[in-house]
């Protein structure tokens, strides 16, 4: 896979984005719905998050797996465990779950899948417009549920598909930093918009 690796940042100690989602997306016209419709183009990344996340196609899993493992673990430190971020959207296979699995079978590390979990019924961020709006709405959305039963401190990747605003992965970090069994926390998003 094709990518173009940037270097995001917030309330994490390093993080990096596989590519852009989408290298444009132009209206062209509604459907017989009433509904519109897109000329969209995506990055290789982009195309299979969206494959993935809305057409649950799970040949794009191992890829964009590989994608990380390959392109941005090397520019992390060493970590000891996979924290993918917790699903807004209930989904009978939840996207960021299953390529942070296959992270894990790759790189022979734990995944912790439970760790963090949100609170059903919250706001969703896509109809927000400021940081400040996302901070209030994801104000005790997120819980941890402590689940290392390992000695000591563990650093950890957190997982997630969009890095945007950043306002969720802050919000994660913040409760993973309540945890006293996680030092350092890395990141890892498959695209950024």
Known sequence: MQVNIKQIFGEFNHGYALDKHSLYSTPIGENEHGHMQFDTKRTEAGEAVFQLKYRDDQNAVHPLAKAVADHIVPKIPSFGLIVPMPASNPRPSQPVTSVAKALGTLLNKPVFDNMLVKAPGGTSLKNLETRAE?????????????????????????????????????????????????ADIYVATLTWR
């Open 134 to 182: 996302k901070d209030a709405a994801l104000a005790n959305q997120i819980r941890l549920y402590p689940a290392i039963t390992a000695m000591g401190r563990w650093n950890v990747l957190l997982l997630d598909d969009l890095y945007h605003s950043g306002a969720s992965l802050d919000a994660a970090c913040r409760v993973l930093r309540t945890y006293a069994k996680i």
